[in-house]
């Protein structure tokens, strides 16, 4: 799951930011991975949903501080 809405953040803490921006950071290292090897992604959308929700977890953390 690569979508994190506003709502969703508005009820996590620091450390549980932290943990999710970590499993997006790496879910986009595998989509970039799968996008070099060649092969088409099995959800296309999936690309542009997990950089959009690190940001939304970069913008919140950094607003928060």
Not at 37 to 56: Q, V
Request: no cysteine; hydrophobic share 40%; glycine share 6%.
């Amino acid at each position: 799951m690569s979508h994190v809405s506003n709502r969703e953040l508005a009820t996590m803490g620091k450390e549980a930011m932290a943990d999710r921006l970590t499993e997006l950071l790496e879910e986009l290292l595998q989509l970039r991975a799968e996008q070099a090897l060649g092969g088409t992604p099995s959800n296309m959308g999936a690309f542009k949903a997990t950089r959009r929700s690190i940001a939304r977890i970069r913008t919140k953390m950094v607003t928060t501080e």
